[in-house]
């Protein structure tokens, strides 16, 4: 046991605030400071961390305690660990002694760090003494790196054998268990044993905030025809989308320049280092998450983004912009020379020719979408401008502040005058459109996801509750909805895109879309098409059919609506009709009644909302619900052909391929 006295010796040499910095973002507020709580989702900062009592509280959620209890919550230990963690960091001797039996999940997290820990001194030590490794230093040494970089960083090198780690890690008494669930081990597809997951690459640690080894990355190192870069996989203590390589190294730099340093590659954040720019991190060779930007959120207000100038560095770049403003952070962009990057550059040029080119290059992303649009050519074609001007305020509506919204929007109508004379009062019109569609996007995965945990939970056996049990919520609500006839001409729409696939989705959700459905099981699948659609992932019947309920018993239900109408005329006449021998001119008479019964439902609902207010409100209501008659008559009295273009010519030959045929009896 660590005694009294030793944890007392701890506690008084650790800084709370310097340690809860590292996981969150702190303000000085009176004689303490102030961050969001780490320990639930809030939008107005409530904890507090009080120096002077060394301790930590939030108003908002209640948790509180001392520098011990907020490093085990954070890094899932135990309090033996938590004391040692704090210090080896602040430089107190604690004498090896048993303590008593930590629980099962934080033996196990406990035991991953250490395989990894053990994995990265095994690298190390190949990298520096294994013949085999010479390619491996070699390209390093031509980029300039020597020992003191292999050892600072933590280079290595995976032997090419495929069980040198595995032997190694068992000889040093390391369980195969916490090797697997660090992902440094595989089990082995010929029976019993295992091999390892990195083989012949240069390596990589990936490092948590406090310089914990989470994870690998290794760098093939010849031409072979493989990825060039493998990671480590997800783990009890490796999230991908929440770490970010380098900040170990750079935080405190960071925090020193207000501003962080976005780069793509492991190699470029060390060569920056080594150049002197600390403040310099990448996204570990994924992309951007919001996760990882609350991390720099944590250390900085301001990012600098260094994308390559390939197409696939700029797209990166374009979603990173969007979700650094969501985050609330102030974003510019830098564009390095052409066939240059941060590490050729600064090697070529220098750490003062960096600084200056950022200083006097690196623009506002409102600037850089314009400059990109420019260089593609989209500013001189008419029909481009409002898609240019649509993505730029989709950007905006990102911002989280009003008020820097309408800077920003100001600064667009001052910056589109010598592209396009637009009204400023037409961008902030846009803008609500981009924010209403965000917002309607929110809300819909948020359904999307509780019907996923509601499916999860039934599937998990709570559907299957005694009868002196009363049922689950979500269950009640399944089966409410699947009692409830759904509408024919909503099943119509599902089934045609699940039958003919892209080209139909296209067509039917150039005027459709979510809203118009009455039915929230058929409004879910809608939505889960369209994702995966967007996706390019599979949406067929088969693929449906092999997912969770609901979708299963929706494919049989929906399937249904293709041969109903048809039977008692193929028993009359003969000949068996499909009413699919036009899919399109299905389409268009479903989505015209979809479109009758959204409008009616809309025409209730203003009714409702007239007889419940007065004065201008009401007014406006009824010029609302004036619109909406007249929305509806004309799809009431107007026929779908008229209403619904037919598809291009293209799109419509590939889908009619598929088209129904009339058959006799006596040929079936």
């Known amino acids: ?37 780490p320990y639930h989702d809030e939008k107005t900062p409530s904890f507090n961390v009080t120096p002077r009592l060394q301790i930590f509280k939030c108003f908002g959620c209640g948790e509180s305690g001392d520098v011990f209890k907020f490093v085990m919550d954070q890094e899932g230990v135990g309090f033996t660990e938590a004391i040692r963690q704090l210090a080896e960091r602040y430089g107190v001797f604690i004498p090896e002694e048993d303590d008593q039996e930590p629980s099962e999940s934080t033996q196990l997290r406990e035991g991953i760090l ?18 085999e490794a010479e390619k491996a230093r070699k390209y390093l040494e031509e980029r300039g790196y020597g020992r003191e970089v292999f050892k600072k960083y933590g280079l290595g090198y995976a032997p090419s054998g495929g069980e040198e780690l595995c032997k190694a890690a068992k000889n040093a008494g390391v369980d195969e268990e916490y090797l697997v669930e660090a992902d440094l081990i595989k089990p082995s597809n010929r029976g019993s044993g295992y091999y390892d997951t990195f083989r012949g690459r240069l390596m990589f640690p990936i490092f948590n905030p406090t310089g914990k080894v989470i994870a690998f990355a290794g760098r093939v190192l010849g031409n072979e025809k493989t990825a060039k870069y493998i990671n480590s996989s997800q783990t009890k203590v490796y999230n991908k989308s929440e770490v970010v390589y380098g900040v170990n ?19 470029d954040v060390i060569t920056l280092m080594e150049h002197g720019i600390g403040n310099v991190v990448a996204s570990s060779g994924t992309s951007l998450t919001p996760g990882q930007m609350k991390i720099l959120h944590r250390y900085g207000d301001k990012i600098i983004m260094i994308y390559d100038s390939d197409s696939a560095g700029q797209t990166a770049m374009k979603r990173g912009i969007n979700i650094a403003l969501a985050e609330g952070m102030e974003v510019e962009l830098l564009e390095l020379p052409e066939d240059q990057d941060p590490d050729s550059f600064v090697k070529q040029f220098g750490k003062e020719s960096f600084e200056d080119l950022k200083k006097e290059e690196a623009g506002d992303f409102v600037d850089f979408l314009l400059l990109k649009a420019g260089e593609e050519g989209r500013l001189d074609k008419p029909t481009e401008i409002p ?29 589109m005058q010598k592209f396009q004379k637009v009204k400023e009062s037409d961008l902030y019109e846009q803008l609500e459109r981009v924010m209403n569609d965000k917002r ?27 009868e002196e049990e009363p049922p689950h919520p979500g269950q009640r609500t399944v089966q409410a909805q699947s009692s409830k006839k759904k509408p024919h001409f909503e099943k119509e729409l599902i089934r045609l895109m699940i039958t003919y696939g892209r080209g139909m989705v296209e067509y039917i959700c150039s005027f459709t879309n979510s809203k118009l459905f009455e039915d929230d099981e058929l409004r879910i699948f809608y939505e889960d098409i369209i994702e995966r659609y967007k996706e390019e992932k ?37 000949l068996k009709y499909e009413k699919d021998k036009n899919p399109y001119k299905t389409a268009k008479s479903s989505i015209r009644a979809s479109e009758i019964s959204f409008y009616r439902r809309k025409l209730n609902e203003l009714a409702d909302k007239i007889g419940k207010v ?12 004036k619109d909406v008659k007249s929305k509806l008559t004309r799809r009431e009295t107007t026929d779908p052909d008229d209403l619904y273009p037919d598809p291009e010519k293209g799109v419509s030959d590939e889908v009619n391929e598929k088209v129904f045929e009339y058959k006799m009896k006596s040929e079936k």
């Open 614 to 625: 007065s004065g201008d409100e009401r007014l406006e209501l009824m010029q609302r619900q």
């Open 538 to 574: 599979d949406f067929s019947i088969k693929t449906y059919t092999g997912e969770n309920d609901p979708f299963p018993r929706l494919v049989g239900d929906v399937s249904l609506e293709q041969h109903s109408a048809s039977d008692r005329h193929e028993e009359k006449i003969g």
């Open 387 to 415: 898609k240019v001007i649509t993505e730029i305020l989709e950007a905006i509506a990102n911002i989280k502040d009003s008020i820097q919204r309408q800077v920003y929007v100001q600064y667009l109508h001052h910056k």
């Open 440 to 466: 309607w996007e929110e809300k819909r995965s948020e359904r999307r996801e509780e019907v996923r945990q509601r499916v999860q939970q039934q599937n998990e056996g709570l559907g299957n509750a005694s």
């Open 114 to 131: 250490h395989a990894l820990k053990f994995a990265g001194v095994f690298y190390y030590r190949n990298l520096i003494e294994n013949p």
């Open 1 to 37: 046991m660590i005694s009294d006295e030793k944890k007392e010796e701890v506690r008084a040499a650790a800084d709370i605030v310097e340690v809860v910095q590292d996981y969150v973002k702190l303000k000085r507020s009176g004689s303490g400071f102030v961050g969001l709580c």
């Open 249 to 267: 190294f750079a935080r405190n730099d960071i925090r020193k320049n207000k501003e962080v340093i976005l780069v793509e590659g492991y190699t």
